[in-house]
Every structure is written in C-alpha cells, then in structure tokens.
C-alpha cells in the first residue's frame, strides 16, 4: 500500500516536473498551420505577413499548407483529425467555427476546439455604382421599401456574414431585396460595376482599386468602426442600428492539446502582430485591422458570434442544426 | 492612344534590366519542366514559389511568376505529343493530332509546331492587352449573368465536332456530355449553399477539382491503358521502330502558310474567351480546335496528325494566358486560377491591382507588359528549344516500364500539392477507374472534360439571371446579346448536327481520333 | 465493339438513372434542402440518351445477325488481356488508400518497383532505385519549398534527423 503511495506521488511529481518542461521546450520541431483558403487571397497573404514573427519567437519554422474548401471545413476537419500535440494548427474564419457548422453537417464539433488567439478581424463595406441614384443608406433602403423584390445585392456566397448582415438590415427595416450569391468578392463587385446587381456588401481589399479609381460609392460601413480607405462613411451603429457585422481571423488547435503550446502559440501570435512592420502592412496594404484578442477572449468571441449569426440564420431559412 | 506609347517607353526603362530578364528565363524553365511532368501544373508551380516571393523585388517576383506562366502553358503540349499524356488539362484539345503526328515520327515538327503556335498565340494576345486592354474589360463587365450563360451554351456547341459518325457514337458522345455536367453537380450548390451528392464527405463540398478530374481522366486511364500493350512496348521498346523524320526550314515555312488562317482566327478567339472569367484555357483550346476542324475543308485530315490540329489549339491556349490578366490589370478581379495567384503576389509586394493600380504606378503594369511581350521569345529560344531537344533524346532510350509507374507518382504529387488533401487522392483514382472504362467502351473523353468545366457555369449564371429577373425567363430575350448568341448556339447546334447527318452517310473524315476510341 | 456489349453498357446506364432516380436524388439531393430541378433535368437526359443509344444498338443487332461471332476463333482470354491492368489498378488502389496512414514516401517506395514488374520491367535493381531516388527527390523539393507530402513514418523519422 505504502509503495503504491509513494509510486503514485513519483508519478505525480514526475508527471508535473514533465509539464513544465514541455513549455520550456516546446517548440522541437517545426510547427504545420492549415491556411483555410486558397493561395494569394487577403488571408493568406496576411497569415505568411506573420509568419516569419511567429517563427522568430518560437525559434522553429512554421509550415504554412493551404487546405482550401467547404468555407474552411476541409481544413478543420483535417486538424480535427491530427495529433493534439501542439505541432498542428489551424487558422480559422470566424464563420467556419460558427456558421458553417450549423448550416451542414461536418465530422467536427467546433466546441471542442482550442481556441489559440485572433490577430485580427475583417472590415465589410456597403457599396453601389457611382452613377447610382442614392447618396445614404436611407435613401438606398427607401428605394428598396418602395420596390419589393426589385432590388438585389451581391454577396460572397449564401450564409456568408456578408449576406447575412444585409438580410439582418433587410429584415429590421422589413425590406425584401435579393440575395445574389457570386463567387467570391471580387465577382460580386463585378456584378456591381457591371450594373447585374445595385448593391454590394464587401470585405475592404476586393474593392480597394475600384473604389480609389472613383467606380463605387461605399454607403456604409458594416463593421463596428469606421475604417481608413473610407474615413467619411458613416457606420451602421452611427445610423441607430444596434448591430455591426464581426468576421475576425483567429488560430485554433486540435481537441485536447496541452494548454503550454496554446499559450506559446498565443504568445508568438500576439509578439507578431505587434510589429510595427506587420500592422502597417495590414492596414496600409491588406486592408484589415489588428485586433488582438487572446485565447479567453477569442472563445467567447466565438459563443457570441455563434448565437448573433445563428439566430440570422434561422431568420434567413439557412439554419440546419 | 499616345500616352499608351509613354508608358510603354516608361515601362521599359522600369523593367527592362538583366536581373528581370533572367528572373523570367529561371520563370519559364520552372513552368516548362512543372507543365511538361504529367499531373504537375504550372499554376501549383506558381502557388508553391509564392510565399518566396517576399523577399524579391516587385518585378523580379512578378517576372518570374509570368514565366512560369508562360512556360506552363507551352510545355503541356510536349508530353501530349510524345506519349499523349497531356502535361496540362489545356494540352488535352492539342494531343488529339500532336500524337498521331508524332507517331508518324514527326516528333520535331509536331513540337516546333505547338511551340511557334504559342509563341505566336502568345505575342497577338499580349499585345491585345496592352492596346485594347480597357475597352475590352469594359465589354467583359456588360456581361450579365444571362449573357454569360448564353455565351456558354454557344461554346458547348464546339463539342459537337468532336463526336464521332456513327449514330452510334453520337448518342455516346451525348451521354459523355451528360455524365460530365453529372459530375460538375457534386458539391454545394451555390445558390442555396446547400450539399448535392456529397454523401457525407466535407471534402467534397467544393466539388470536384477540375485539375484533378482532368489528370484523372486522361494521364491515369491512358496509364492503365498502355499497361494493356505491355508486350508490344516491348517489341517497339521506346521509339526505335519509327524513324525520325527530321522537320527542315522549307516545310516550316509551308506548315506557317498552312496554319496561319488558324492561327490568326484562335489567336483572337483565344483572347477574347481569356478575358472572360471562368471559361479558361482548356475549354478555350477545344473551342479553337473545333473552329479550325469546322472551317476546314471535307478531305482534312483532323486526329490523324493534321497541323492545324496542333497550331489551333495552342494558338489558342498561350493566347488565353495573358488575356486572362485583362480583368485582373483594369478591374483588380482575378479570372483565373493563375490570376489569382498574381493578385497575390502584387499584394505581397503592396499594390493591388486594379484601375488605381494603372493610374498610380503605370510604369509597373507597362512594365510588366514589355516583360510579358518578351518572355515569349526569350523563353522560346533559351529555354523551350534546348528543353524539347533533350527531352526527344532522353525519350528515345526510354524505359517505359519505368516510365508509366514514375508518371503516375508525379501524377499524384501533382493531385496533392493542388490542395494537400488525402481525399482528393482517392477521388483521384475513382476517377482514372472511370476515365479509363470510359475510353475502353468509347465513350469519348473531351465533350466529358468540355462538358464538366463549363456546365457549373452554366448553371450558376442561369440561376443568377433567373434570380435577378424574378424568376422569368424575360432576362434571356429582353438582352439582346443574349438572344443573338442563343440563336447563334441553336443555329450551330443544329448546322453541325446535320452536317454530321449528311458526313455520316458519306463517311467523311470527321471520325473521333483512334486514341481517344479504344 | 459488339452491339451486345454496347446494349448491355446501355442498359447498365438506364440502370443508374434509375438508381438515381430512386435513392441518389432524393437521398442526397433533396434530403440536403437543394433544389432537384437540375439534377432531375441531367438525369433525364441522360436516361434519353441511353434509350436512344440502347435501340440503336438493338437496330445494329438486327442489321447484323449472329454472322459475325465466327470469325472471333482463337480469342486471348479475358485474364491474358486485361490482368495486368487490373493489377495495375489493385496496386494503385491500395497505393492511394493508404497513403494517408503511411505516408509518401514509404508508399511511393513499395509501388513504383512494383507498378515497374508489372509493367514488365526486365531489370531487377532499376525499379528499386527508381522507387527509393524518386520519392527522396520529391521529398526534398517539398522540404525545400517549406511544403509538405503526405505524413508517414519514414516523413517523421527524416524530420526528425533533419530538424
């Protein structure tokens, strides 16, 4: 009994002098992050902008693999799958740890997740052609209200925070407008230069060129607080709205990874975006702004936005599960 | 028209530098060798250089990605006509006469002839865009959904000369059509964003890869093929019993004159299909073949080794290559794969491409120009030549039994690195399974591929103009270009039918290449 | 081609319109909440087709009466024409499948010689380098573009040395 006792209190004692030296020594190896999307988008390029910080701080490479489709569902279905040891990560959209599982069925529960931290979050613009006839969301959304059914709107994708902010808008002011979904923001912002759709809602950088060059006209801001490209365009929270559209990029490990590699991660993720280098770069080229939020903060970040866009969802007919 | 001129200079002055010269030649030996190995695409080649684009020079970087580009879009044609396996999907539409061509042992002329029809393709599409660059975006944004839809229908109609004769064949060749829009369906349907014949499988939310299907179809099913004429590769043993022919400057000189109608006619057809988003340069090379095969006279010898057969297709491939950038420079919207991965290296470097981009740094977009117009000769001589040279004489001591299994490795890297999934992996060998079934029972593959990449498009603007327009049909006859081009693609839907009708009882030459039959 | 073979492959595709019909579409299309206008179209064009490619190759079977199987005499048997093939198939299913759990290069390694024999390899050693040099080199590249193959055993024991 007495040997047991005494086994039973080594292994403990060794097992906690264990943990500790995991922190210390973590990282061995080099470490692999999915990229949820396909090469050369916004989110890549801002994700290898940090990775050499990261890389810096954490004294080992990061291997960045892009693992794109099903929204970012592949990509986290495929770390669902990897070994909780703190050498794979994934970064993730906001939506795809929040909407996406509730629009289909996926072979992850992303409850269980990891949350590592968010570096930054996406900033979203309301815009029509130039040539268009209406100078304020108001006049847009009366036009809309005098002309059911008449009125479409590009978006990104069906379900996307893009779509679902607009129906949000469209269902306060009982408006009935059009959903058009095109792939990707770039081609919805076609459909508005090209006179298909009146309006669109975007993220910044596939609009940049076309705004500068005097194509579109931003009506207002979607995301909480105005933005540099458009300092003068007014936000939907400075119209009286009660709601602003919240995207954010964030890391996540693995079910069950040790909390001392999710702590380095959290800490090289933090050293990087305070680089002076890296918050020019995103918000002077990238368009998108720093915003860091720690793994406590980014796990309720990420409960709130499941219910907000949930609850949008369910509204919209698009909630499945 | 003169400021055009200036800028030109300026672009000039800007680029034109060794360091920038030798970053397209390294370029355009990467695209060369990731185009000619089997499976491996130029643009995976582009996508894995990105990330080291960091740390280079604006120009350099963009150079070398260009060259790459460039490179890729050639090099697919070497591996069609040596061993019909087409090094890129783009490839596929040229190996249909390429490889009957080489057989004969004309393997000099029949890679000099897709490698001058590049260049060539390559330099009028390159000069459309710097000269009709924003007009022509302009024209591509006035598309509309039901525009665009129409415009797809009249392309589908391409794939009606590439049936067979027989009734037979043509209800075959119908039903590979039918399988491929099929296939096209697996995945999330866009309008709803709800899954159709996804089983279960998140990896096959977003459908099949076309890149994938592609190698599937045609690299792996004809692997499995050629293990069929074991035995006889081995009486052949590499290209020993056909002589080769060796191809001089007076026949070069006779094949320009031949070709150049097609040419000039898939030069222009391939750019204007390039600046439209989505169509893409395999589907472009089809189109292009069909037309020459359309337009030529009843005794052609089309998938029998004909030079139009080669010079058409790549023509119209290499000319997809820069006009696919038309959007990219005037609007800042990606319409390819491969533009895409261009924004991303203008956004590595800080700039984002688009009208500002044109107005604020013109010397960078000229620049780039000059650097596009020239990669097509410098990668010509100093890189496409040398490397068919080797290639012919490494091939002529080749180990085909060493060859296959190496080709399929190199396959399934390149199915791999496409989106580094294990799933795509086995889809892939699903699909090779079926490729080759397919081939065996004659059930052509080309109307399969042509029909698989434009009928998702189809589908999406359909439903988008349907969507627009409230769900009536209106929006197809109130548009003008839509209605002219559906009665364009009824009009040649039923001119070729009934050529066929007619060609079937005389039995002219219009009969589906033996490759493509078994 | 025999128009018998051709009718039983047509047959075979009616078969899967109707299987379609039946499960595929409302099991996994309609189930989904996706409209089924558009697979319910291809579906029936598809069936159109076969019909139509199934009586023309009963009509063929008429013009041309038994007549023809004559001439077939001394036939190589299925397994001569098609073993290999098949073979090759078995092997490059297996390959594939498992790559996930053993990674590239210890997969590549055991198929390429392999895939060689079975291709008629007449050299005893050639595929065994094939099969060891290829994979490493494919390996290397990857490493170099700071880019990843397939994990195995072989992947983690190299990483492990080389890190």
């Known amino acids: 009994m007495r040997k047991t006792i005494v086994a039973l209190t080594l292994c403990l004692a060794l097992g906690l002098a264990a943990l500790p030296a995991m922190a210390a020594d973590y990282p061995t190896k080099p470490v692999t992050a999915f990229v949820p999307l396909a090469a050369g988008g916004t989110t890549d390029v801002f994700v290898r902008t940090i990775a050499p910080y990261m890389e810096q701080y954490l004294g080992k490479p990061v291997t960045l693999i892009n693992k794109a489709g099903s929204g970012g569902a592949v990509a986290l279905s495929a770390l669902n799958k990897a070994d909780p040891d703190g050498y794979t990560f994934s970064w993730a959209n906001l939506p795809t740890v929040t909407t996406i599982p509730q629009m289909r069925k996926l072979t992850y529960n992303p409850d269980d997740f990891v949350y590592i931290a968010s570096p930054m979050h996406y900033d979203y613009i309301f815009y029509v052609r130039n040539d268009a006839p209406w100078d304020s969301l108001d006049a847009f959304i009366a036009y809309a209200r005098e002309n059911p059914g008449r009125v479409s709107y590009g978006t990104p994708g069906l379900g996307t925070t893009n779509h679902l902010a607009v129906a949000w808008l469209a269902n306060k002011e009982g408006l009935k407008m059009v959903p058009v979904p095109f792939k990707g923001n770039p081609k919805s912002v076609a459909a508005v230069l090209g006179g298909h759709v009146q309006a669109c809602n975007t993220s910044t950088t596939a609009s940049v060129s076309s705004y500068k060059s005097g194509k579109l006209k931003p009506l207002a801001i979607f995301s909480a607080k105005r933005i540099p490209l458009t300092p003068d365009t007014p936000t939907l929270q400075e119209m009286g709205y009660d709601f602003f559209q919240y995207s954010c990029l964030g890391a996540v490990f693995p079910p069950g990874t040790p909390e001392a590699a999710r702590k380095k991660i959290e800490e090289a993720i933090r050293f990087a975006v305070s680089q002076p280098d890296v918050i020019k770069k995103a918000e002077e080229e990238l368009y998108v702004s720093i915003d860091f939020l720690d793994g406590k903060a980014y796990r309720e970040r990420r409960d709130q936005y499941y219910k907000i866009w949930g609850g949008i969802l369910e509204e919209v007919g698009l909630k499945k599960f | ?518 | 081609m025999k128009p018998r073979k051709e009718l039983a492959i047509a047959l075979g595709i009616l078969a899967f319109c109707a299987l379609n019909l039946l499960y595929f579409i409302p099991a996994q299309v309609a189930a989904e909440g996706s409209s089924t206008t558009y697979p319910h179209l291809l579906n029936g064009m598809l069936a159109f087709f076969a019909l139509a490619y199934a009586l023309e190759a009963v009509r063929q079977m008429w013009k041309s009466p038994a007549g023809e199987r004559a001439e077939a005499g001394e036939k190589p048997s299925f397994l001569d024409v098609y073993g290999r093939t098949l073979l090759l198939m078995a092997v490059t299913g297996v390959w594939l499948f498992a790559m996930e759990a053993t990674g590239f290069i210890l997969s590549t390694f055991i198929f390429l010689p392999v895939a060689a024999y079975i291709f008629g390899s007449r050299s005893r050693w050639k595929p065994l380098v094939l099969g060891l040099v290829m994979p490493l080199i494919f390996y290397g590249v990857f490493r170099a573009l700071h880019s990843q193959l397939p994990q195995g055993p072989v992947e983690a024991l190299l990483s492990h040395l080389l890190d």
Request: proline share 5%; with cysteine; net charge neutral.
């Open chain 2, 1 to 518: 028209m003169g400021d055009i001129f200036i800028n030109l200079w300026q672009g000039t002055i800007y680029a034109f530098s060794p360091i920038n010269l030798l970053a397209i030649v390294i370029g355009y030996a990467i695209g060369v060798i990731a185009g000619a190995i089997p499976g491996v695409m130029a643009v995976t080649a582009m996508v894995l250089i990105l990330p080291f684009t960091f740390t280079l020079e604006p120009l350099f970087a963009i150079a070398l990605l260009m060259g790459a580009y460039k490179g890729g879009a050639y090099a697919g044609s070497i591996t069609a006509t040596l061993v019909n396996i087409p090094g890129t999907p783009e490839a596929a539409a040229t190996a249909l006469d390429s490889y009957p061509m080489s057989q004969r042992g004309e393997q000099q002329r029949a890679l000099e002839l897709a490698l001058w029809a590049s260049v060539i393709g390559g330099t009028i599409s390159n000069l459309l865009l710097i000269f009709t660059a924003p007009p022509l975006a302009e024209v591509a944004l006035l598309l509309g959904p039901a525009e665009i839809a129409a415009l797809i229908l009249f392309s589908l109609t391409a794939v009606i000369t590439l049936l067979g004769d027989s009734l037979l064949d043509i209800w075959k060749g119908f039903i590979s059509i039918t399988l491929g829009l099929m296939l096209a369906v697996i995945g999330l349907d866009n309008m709803s964003a709800t899954r159709r014949y996804v089983f279960g499988f998140e990896d096959l939310d977003s459908g099949v890869p076309f890149v994938l299907c592609i190698i599937a179809l045609l690299a792996l099913s004809e692997v499995f093929i050629q293990c069929e004429r074991v035995r006889q590769l081995h009486i052949e043993q590499g290209f020993k019993g056909v002589k080769p022919i060796p191809y001089t400057w007076p026949q070069r000189w006779k094949d320009f004159k031949f070709c150049l109608k097609d040419l000039i006619r898939s030069s222009f057809l391939g750019s204007l299909l390039g600046a439209l988003p989505g169509i893409g340069a395999t589907t472009t090379a089809f189109v292009c073949y069909g037309e020459a095969r359309r337009s030529a006279k009843k005794d052609n010898r089309f998938g029998q080794g004909d030079p139009r057969g080669i010079a058409a297709p790549e023509a119209g491939n290499n000319a997809v290559a820069a006009s696919s950038l038309i959007p990219l420079v005037t609007l800042g919207i990606p319409g390819s794969v491969a533009a895409a991965v261009m924004y991303g290296a203008f956004m590595i470097q800080g700039m984002i491409p688009g009208p500002m981009l044109m107005q604020e740094r013109p010397e960078v977009i000229y620049g780039l120009f000059v650097l596009l117009v020239l990669t097509d000769f410098i990668g010509a001589f100093m890189v496409a030549l040398p490397f068919i040279y080797v290639v012919r004489r490494l091939l002529r001591r080749l180990d085909f039994s060493l060859f296959f299994p190496g080709v399929m490795a190199c396959c399934v890297v390149g199915v791999y690195s496409e989106e580094f999934n294990v799933f795509h992996l086995r889809l892939f060998f699903i699909l090779g399974v079926l490729g080759y079934l397919m081939r065996k029972n004659g059930f052509s593959i080309p109307p399969f591929i042509l029909a698989f990449i434009l009928g998702p498009i189809l589908e999406r603007n359909t439903r988008t103009a349907l969507l627009i327009g409230g769900g009536s049909l209106e929006v197809f006859y109130t548009s003008k270009v839509a209605m002219i081009l559906l009665i364009l693609a009824v009009a040649s839907l039923v001119w070729a039918l009934w050529r066929k009708a007619r060609g079937a009882e005389s039995a002219g030459g219009l009969a589906v290449p033996e490759e493509f039959k078994h």
